[in-house]
T-cell receptor, first 115, second 111 residues
Framework: EAEVAQSPRYKITEKSQAVAFWCDPI?????LYWYRQILGQGPELLVQ????????DSQLPKDRFSAERLKGVDSTLKIQPAELGDSAMYLC?????????????FGPGTRLTVL | EDKVVQSPLSLVVHEGDTVTLNCSYE??????LLWYKQEKKAPTFLFML????IEKKSGRLSSILDKKELFSILNITATQTGDSAVYLC???????????FGQGTRLTINP
């Protein structure tokens, strides 16, 4: 069964360092999402791609976060510099083109701890 | 601002009990409501609801949507310890396919 892949699964870093997360969506899924989930809360959308284009990045802290999906397939989310408040689970999800508010398929997530 | 509110935030019951989890929403444009189960990893899909009054059922889990009153419930009957998880409700307001999640209900089933 096709799955969304993410790496690394866990990352511990010190504040002010740079971190990067990678996501490979299910093959053929045009839409890719990055969510941040703080402990005890629901996921919050950071950025959404349709193919290689950003559709929504209104909640992305652009002074320190960046995201790209250069060839419209896999994607990288970067934080530089990391802050203590960035400690969270970072989830990647994908959905096929043309799905409106429908099921999104989640990867296993990257748990980030900033010390 | 789109908002999804779940209640209760936490629930502890004994194995065999029946539980009802609630989700209310306020969104500009509504297309679908989704329920996910999250154990110590990524959310896994349970149900998607788009029409009022039509119950979706999978084993001991069922869910229904009321688009007039803007809420949904998730029922779990004959609960088992494996049902212990955080249950997330999400709403797709349409347009750019964005899902807005509630804060989740942490369900604990004690043997």
């Amino acid at each position: 069964e096709a799955e969304v892949a993410q790496s690394p699964r866990y990352k511990i870093t010190e504040k002010s360092q740079a971190v990067a997360f990678w996501c490979d969506p299910i093959s053929g899924h045009a839409t890719l999402y990055w969510y941040r989930q703080i402990l005890g809360q629901g996921p919050e959308l950071l950025v959404q791609f349709q193919d290689e284009s950003v559709v929504d990045d209104s909640q992305l802290p652009k002074d320190r976060f960046s995201a790209e999906r250069l060839k419209g397939v896999d994607s990288t989310l970067k934080i530089q510099p990391a802050e203590l408040g960035d400690s969270a689970m970072y989830l990647c999800a994908s959905s096929p083109a043309g799905w409106w508010g429908n099921e999104q398929f989640f990867g296993p997530g990257t748990r980030l701890t900033v010390l | 601002e789109d908002k999804v509110v779940q209640s209760p935030l936490s629930l502890v019951v004994h194995e065999g009990d029946t539980v009802t989890l609630n989700c209310s929403y306020e969104v500009t444009n509504f297309r679908s409501l989704l329920w996910y189960k999250q154990e110590k990893k990524a959310p896994t899909f349970l149900f998607m609801l788009t029409s009022s009054g039509i119950e979706k059922k999978s084993g001991r889990l069922s869910s229904i949507l009321d688009k007039k009153e803007l809420f949904s419930i998730l029922n779990i009957t004959a609960t088992q310890t494996g049902d212990s998880a955080v249950y997330l409700c999400a709403v797709g307001p349409g347009g750019a396919q964005k899902l807005v999640f509630g804060q989740g209900t942490r369900l604990t089933i004690n043997p």
